[in-house]
């Protein structure tokens, strides 16, 4: 007696979806067509470099830093570089991330780990409020009304207020990547003399803020007062060290 086939449940289906999407296969495939993107829509080789030598496990992560350093993690999103620098010295890092969400998300990935502080509001020029777009690591308050995404009110503090604070005289290192709103604190911090009570300063311009090329230069002669570049990859990452300071 001839028997019509069933079609598979939704769950076996699901199965066979999350198998194939998730193969080994299919997430080096998925690699190599992010890759090739990359390179198709970068016109500036510093990307291709970059990637070359893997600059986010490489340079953005070599410093001569020890259990005593201290590091600010401005933007700090999920935290990876955070708990990589960690990994890497047992430094102690103090995280900063307006998101509310993706601040609760950093404690408890490190709730058991004391080097980590996080602190639920960004670094900015002007301490108060700010209107954020909540988009992942786009997430800007800078972009506010021009990306899509959920809109939300965040607390912003200076510097100076929080090294007060903390009761810290300087830092070893303070990675900014905070999408398009690095240029008012680089300011802040170079007009306030705040930039002079750290040793390394790794940042992130972002080519959308309008002006960008022309602000992005003058903060880089402005920074040259007191440090110089150790590497940069044109609006890709950047280091500033304290001349007279040894870290690279």
């Avoid at 019509?4 to 190599?32: E, F, K, M, N, Y």
């Avoid at 993690?73 to 991330?97: K, N, P, T």
């Avoid at 750290?198 to 002669?221: C, G, S």
């Amino acid at each position: 007696m001839y028997r019509r086939p069933q079609p598979p449940s939704t769950t076996t289906v699901s199965r066979l979806r999350r198998d194939v999407v998730s193969s080994p296969r299919a997430i080096a495939a998925g690699r190599w067509v992010r890759d090739r993107l990359t390179d198709l829509c970068a016109p500036m080789p510093e990307h291709r470099e970059w990637r070359r030598i893997d600059g986010d496990h490489t340079l953005r992560l070599e410093y001569e830093l020890t259990p005593d350093s201290v590091v600010f993690d401005v933007g700090g999103f999920r935290g990876q570089w955070a708990s990589d620098l960690v990994a890497m010295y047992g430094c102690r890092i103090q995280v900063f991330e307006p998101v509310i969400s993706y601040a609760q998300r950093i404690e408890r990935r490190f709730a058991h780990n004391p080097l980590v502080t996080v602190h639920p509001y960004g670094l900015a020029g002007t301490a108060g409020e700010a209107r954020i777009v909540v988009a992942g690591d786009a997430s800007s308050h800078v972009r506010s009304g021009q990306l899509p995404g959920e809109l939300q009110t965040v607390a912003l503090r200076t510097p100076a207020e929080v090294l007060s604070e903390l009761g810290l005289e300087q830092l070893d290192l303070m990675k900014v990547n905070i999408e398009g709103a690095e240029f008012d604190l680089l300011t802040h911090l170079i007009a306030t003399g705040t930039m002079e009570r750290i040793k390394d300063l790794q940042v992130q311009f972002h080519p959308f803020v309008p002006d960008a090329r022309r602000r992005a230069d003058d903060l880089r002669d402005a920074l040259r007062r007191s440090h110089e570049q150790a590497w940069g990859y044109d609006f890709l990452w950047e280091n500033w060290s304290q001349r007279n300071s040894t870290s690279s």
